[in-house]
């Protein structure tokens, strides 16, 4: 079947500040703080709506000391969507920042790669530094829609839909999953954590939230081998996004821009 062609969103929904050896393996006493922003991600065909991850709620923004902007999910409604339409979601991994918020989406089926939900609930999980961006609550929630059926368990590339394509590249997380989706520019990638920043990739600098440097490393490539041209491959918390790419529309302003 013919790809089909989308249209592709990203809605900020938090930010923080941080610090260059927060963001790039081995820092750089050079640079000033950076700020991380967090994003969701709509894919929206004729005929197809896909989210790209859930986000957190304003309980987790508190606890974990980030600046919660809005809801991701009740941010839809700028697009003009309700929740209750949303039934794909593709969960490019299970962090705290990626995967929450499942208690408003009742009737979504969730696409996640096997090796994530092995890992998210294994034996690496009793390690402090590796568990940290986990939250067991979203966990569980994840365990509870399984056994509702609700998820979709992938192993590795897997066409969703015509012109819907994910990829998984581990490096951040064991099983951490890429978009790659048609649009009138050609293939985007959402590279989601595969790269937090433009400047990860760009300059092969690891994230040091890192489950495997060398898939990390590996990821980077993948990333722009998938895409039609370097301004296609999205990085996952990056607040130049908000700048490079124009909101669809004037009340979109500041809280979704359209990336193709
Ligand atoms: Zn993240």
Redesign the pocket.
Known sequence: MANETYQVFALRYATVQRSSSENFLGGDPHETSTRMDYYVWLLRSPTRTLLVDTGFNENAARERKREFLRCPIESLSVLGISPHEIDEVILTHL?Y??AGNHDLLPNARFYLQERELHYAVGPSMRHAVLRHPYAVDDIVDVVRALYEERIVCLNGRTELAPGVIVHQVGGHTAGLQIVQVWTRKGWLVLSS?ASHYYANYEQARPFPIVHNVAEMLDAYDTMRGLAASPDLVIP??DPLVMERFRAPFAAAQDIVVQLA
Do not use: L, Q, R
């Open positions: 962090h920042d990626h954590d996952g918390h």
